[in-house]
């Protein structure tokens, strides 16, 4: 069974600053799928960025990218310029290539700073 | 705007009390989900459908039921509600694809269920 896990619970960043959050998983498929979503307080939950395992090159869309490292099962989000706005939950999930089910990390909650 | 719609946002029950929540997509989206998620953790999947085909998932209690009566709409039925089921409760939507590859997934901003 796959895995997903994030071993930072709380994370702080200085708006403006730079913020890299981890996820690793385990898996033993070569075809699937990773995924950072966001749960801001009381909102629905949206997706940040999105990767295909086949794809060497790292996701990125605006101020987020992801340092996706196959080998080592690793696939972390930074953020960029942050903003108030980015304070939320951030869950890293996994999908299996054909599958519908998501796996979700644990969620690391992000606090944005003056 | 194409959207996850979830009905009610907040719903109180009592103990035992059935109780239904409601998801409705206008996205055309063949795949329909339901997660559970507890206060500070992982959203975790009850079950989902690919058009009428129910998947449940084989830790989702008996309690839990779902239905489906179109391609729009999709119910979460709670028969027997325990003060454990209090949690907000996700809907999500997807298109799976003929290529056998299920598209992103698409959140409702859910319904937070209180058991008294």
């Known amino acids: 069974a796959q895995t997903v896990t994030q071993s930072q619970p709380e994370m702080s960043v200085q708006e403006a600053e730079t913020v890299t959050l981890s996820c690793t998983y385990d898996?033993?498929?070569?075809?699937?799928?990773l995924f950072w979503y966001k749960q801001p307080p009381s909102r629905q939950m949206i997706l940040v960025i999105r990767q295909e395992a086949y794809k060497q090159q790292n996701a990125t869309e605006n101020r987020f990218s992801v340092n996706f490292q196959k080998a080592a099962k690793s696939f972390s989000l930074k953020i960029s310029d942050s903003q108030l706005g980015d304070a939320a939950m951030y869950f890293c999930a996994y999908r299996s290539g054909t599958a519908s089910k998501l796996t979700f990390g644990t969620g690391t909650r992000l606090q944005v700073t003056l | 705007d194409a959207m996850v719609i979830q009905n009610p946002r907040y719903q109180v029950t009592q103990f035992g009390k059935p109780v239904t929540l409601s998801c409705s997509q206008t996205l055309n989206h063949n795949v329909m989900y339901w997660y559970q998620q507890k206060s500070s953790q992982a959203p975790k999947l009850l079950f989902h459908?690919?058009?009428?085909?129910?998947?449940n998932e084989a830790d989702t209690p008996d309690n839990f039921q779902s239905r489906r009566p179109n391609t729009s709409f999709c119910f979460l039925d709670i028969r027997s509600p325990g003060l454990g089921d209090a949690a907000m409760y996700l809907c999500?939507?997807?298109?799976?694809?003929?290529?056998?590859?299920?598209?992103?997934?698409?959140f409702g901003p859910g319904t937070r269920l209180t058991v008294l």
């Open positions: 898996t033993s498929e070569s075809d699937y799928y």
């Open positions: 459908y690919y058009d009428k085909d129910f998947n």
């Open positions: 999500a939507t997807s298109r799976f694809r003929e290529t056998g590859y299920t598209d992103t997934q698409y």
